[in-house]
């Protein structure tokens, strides 16, 4: 017989790991002195109508220029942003009543290293962050000595964290995200600041993650090399909206689908 905890996970893997409909995010723009006494402040879409589905188990990128709402949208994700508009179910849970459950479940690996606390050593970081999520002192140790032995990051836990790399900084980004073990992943900029060997480590850690671990993966990316080694699918945001979902084909890359949809500027590097 299949216990309650059984067949609620079933029904979880039924459902899309992300389903939006019309999903809208609004920003009010900022303003001057006397922009704000007129009232004519303004407001920011960051996100226009956005619908989509993401299968459970998938790789699914996200790519576009800066200010394209990429990061908005992964925020709105991982639950924490709200949207202002439209509906977002993961795994068919509603983040505005039952947000706990989908963080419960849900890693997020932010680009912004100031979520940390530069005055605490890497692992007192990782120890805080893990005792918000509710996990076990000794549970949460295990988890720290085991993702930072995959990361390659040990010789780094007893330093500050403003005196470690930008790099460093990263992998402990990734290894705060997988304290939970999560079965949603949530990435904004993987490979941002690795070197080059660090990179390609981290690509393979992701895409195993994937594969082995049956894991669904959201990757928010600038380089078009992270979406064709990590993603399945891939979306295409321009000014806040959705313009195309592209699948891999057989042996078209999602690269070359992707730059059909970006007009090469002189001097410029593309997404």
Not at 47 to 66: A, C, R, Y
Not at 111 to 137: H, K, M, V
Request: charged share 25%.
């Amino acid at each position: 017989m299949n216990s309650p905890d059984h067949i609620k996970e079933s029904r979880r893997e039924a459902e899309p790991a992300i389903h939006l409909i019309n999903l809208c995010k609004n920003y009010k723009k900022p303003s001057n002195l006397l922009q704000a006494l007129v009232g004519r402040g303004g407001t920011v879409n960051a996100l226009k109508d956005i619908s989509l589905q993401i299968p459970p188990g998938v790789s699914f990128g996200i790519i576009g220029k800066n200010g394209s709402g990429k990061t908005t949208l992964l925020k709105i994700m991982a639950t924490l942003i709200h949207a202002n508009h439209g509906t977002m179910r993961i795994f068919g849970l509603d983040p505005v009543t039952d947000e706990k459950k989908i963080k419960s479940f849900t890693g997020y690996v932010p680009s912004d290293e100031r979520s940390f606390f530069w005055r605490l050593t890497c692992q007192e970081n990782l120890i805080f962050f893990g005792a918000l999520y509710g996990l076990p002192r000794g549970q949460l140790q295990e988890r720290i000595d085991f993702f930072s032995s995959e990361l390659n990051m040990k010789s780094i836990l007893r330093e500050r964290f403003d005196t470690v790399s930008s790099g460093k900084k990263q992998l402990l980004s990734f290894a705060r995200g997988m304290l939970i073990d999560p079965s949603l992943l949530i990435v904004d900029e993987p490979t941002r600041s690795l070197d080059l060997e660090t990179a390609i480590k981290v690509r393979h850690y992701l895409k195993q993650q994937v594969t082995e671990k049956k894991r669904t993966l959201i990757v928010a990316s600038h380089h078009l090399e992270d979406i064709d080694i990590l993603c399945d699918q891939v979306g295409v945001l321009q000014d806040g909206q959705l313009i195309t979902t592209l699948t891999r084909k057989g042996g078209t890359s999602l690269s070359s689908q992707i730059m059909r949809y970006f007009k090469p500027e002189p001097g410029r590097e593309q997404p």
